[in-house]
């Protein structure tokens, strides 16, 4: 039964999506809603697993004196002296809030600022002229990369713009129609094996059978 | 020649640093000119109904915010000088909401918007897709409390809201920066409606977007730190956008001429 319980949960949760999102009578009795309501509680009692299991992960690697346990040190302190205060003060506590707003914002606005300086010094090493694809890559990089900085008008005029916005607009749609719906495709086409219980990885299985 | 290849990073970095000092202290002031599709967009929302009600989605934090920061501010004058009502709040993107209160508290100030009755914020809802879609059939009941922690069923603007739904809503406006983001509000709340879904992208994300675009699923779009700088002009208000145009420019020069630089090196090398 470990293995055939969660599979009938997810077929009969899956006839109930499709029955609610493509059936008249599954939207007017709005099934959704229970399971919904389910989703948020399987959620965040999946968020407290995630918490216990840090936790376990962590003090081992403080036992054994891993490499960076200083670091897990850390994070543990963080993590339990800010779950204390939340559960002190609420969700809108003035220090819990504070601390989140105020910590969070500047370090992943600088975590975001650095990827700049990365983005730079990638494209100077990684644009090479190797192959002729390689080659139309770069030049249409370059077209782009500049129509659409107004640096690009002031070197070109109304031609930059027009190359730029063929780029993006026609070319890179086309393209990326071609992706999104090889992406929709391969995803109903997993949902159904799922569903069929043809897929199993979900649930500990070697995966495909 | 071939040394043109191996530049030294910090070499980059620094030169990268001193290109954005200088075009803040000496800004060059070329013009941005105005693309059809931010008259598109800033059209799309201008030709809402009277009295509308619109929902801002902020679903993005500070790493976005250089790029949608000023989008929001040019979106948030456009609806209140057109008497819009204001729905705003997003799903799983905490920080954005908090962003978003510090904007548009002085903005709210400046048209005399009343709190609770011409604009709302219901705050940061965790659930993602599954949170819009309890949105969808019931505001109130999925929202339960405002950003101050408030029970929201109290205030007249979500009185007058129950459902994001077509009867209530004219428009989403997403300032979008990943998952759960635009593309949510549209298969959930949007697709097979009159709703009018608006976004704002980061440069990065405007390729996939455009498609969307295209096929008339979003009926606007604000690209990246340019279209916020075009949108600023749209709105009669300068700002962060249009000031950042210049470093945009030189620094996009200056990867151009390295890139360059370091395919002259190659070349010869293998010559």
């Not at chain 2, 000088?81 to 993107?93: A, D, M, S, V």
């Not at chain 2, 998952?179 to 509000?185: I, Y």
Request: glycine fraction near 8%; include cysteine.
């Amino acid at each position: 039964m470990r293995k055939e319980g969660p599979m009938i949960l997810t077929v009969i949760s899956s006839l109930v999506v499709v029955f609610s999102t493509y059936f008249f009578l599954g939207q007017k009795w709005n099934l959704m809603e229970p399971l919904n309501n389910w989703f948020q509680i399987s959620y965040a009692i999946a968020l407290a697993l995630g918490f216990v299991n840090l936790s376990v992960i962590h003090v081992k690697y403080i036992q054994r004196k891993r490499e960076g346990w200083f670091y897990s040190i850390i994070l543990l302190l963080c993590m339990y002296a800010y779950l204390v205060l939340g559960m002190i003060e609420t969700q809108n506590g003035l220090h819990f809030d504070w601390i989140y707003v105020n910590m969070m914002s500047p370090l992943s606005a600088t975590m975001f600022s650095l990827v700049a300086f990365f983005i730079t010094s990638a494209a100077y090493r990684a644009f090479r002229i190797r192959t002729k694809e390689a080659t139309i890559l770069l030049v249409c990089a370059l077209f782009v990369m500049l129509g659409r900085a107004p640096i690009g008008d002031a070197i070109w005029g109304s031609w930059s713009a027009f190359v730029s916005k063929w780029v993006m607009g026609t070319m890179n749609v086309a393209g990326m129609r071609g992706i999104n719906l090889g992406i929709a495709v391969g995803g109903f086409a997993t949902a159904l094996r799922i569903m069929l219980g043809l897929e199993r990885a979900h649930i500990g299985g070697s995966g495909t059978q | 020649m071939e040394r043109l290849m191996k530049i030294d990073r910090r070499l980059l970095y620094l030169v990268s640093v001193a290109l954005v000092a200088v075009t803040i202290f000496m800004p060059l002031g070329l013009p941005v000119k105005v693309s059809p599709l931010a008259v598109q967009t800033y059209d799309a929302i201008k030709n809402l109904p009277d009295d509308s009600v619109v929902l801002i989605a902020p679903m993005y934090d500070p790493g976005a915010s250089g790029e949608l920061n000023p989008m929001l501010r040019a979106i948030l004058y456009q609806c209140m000088e057109r008497n819009y009502k204001i729905i705003l709040g997003n799903t799983n993107w905490t920080l954005g909401v908090a962003i978003a209160h510090d904007m548009i508290t002085p903005i709210a100030a400046e048209f005399n918007y009343v709190y609770g009755t011409d604009y709302i914020e219901f705050g940061s809802k965790p659930g993602g897709a599954v949170w819009m879609q309890s949105a969808k059939t019931d505001l109130a009941g999925a929202a339960i409390v405002d950003y101050n922690n408030d029970p929201i069923g109290q205030f007249p603007l979500i009185q007058a809201v129950p459902t994001l739904t077509q009867e209530y809503i004219a428009a989403v406006l997403v300032l979008d920066c990943g998952t759960p983001g635009a593309l949510e509000w549209l298969q959930i709340i949007t697709q097979g409606t009159s709703i009018k879904l608006i976004v704002g992208e980061i440069q990065m994300s405007v390729p996939d977007s455009m498609t969307y675009v295209q096929s008339g699923q979003y009926n606007g779009m604000i690209a990246g730190s340019r279209g916020g700088a075009e949108y600023e002009q749209l709105v009669g208000r300068p700002g962060a956008a249009l000031k950042s145009q210049d470093t945009m420019s030189v620094i996009a020069l200056m990867v151009a001429l390295f890139i360059v630089l370091g395919n002259i090196g190659y070349v010869t090398r293998k010559r």
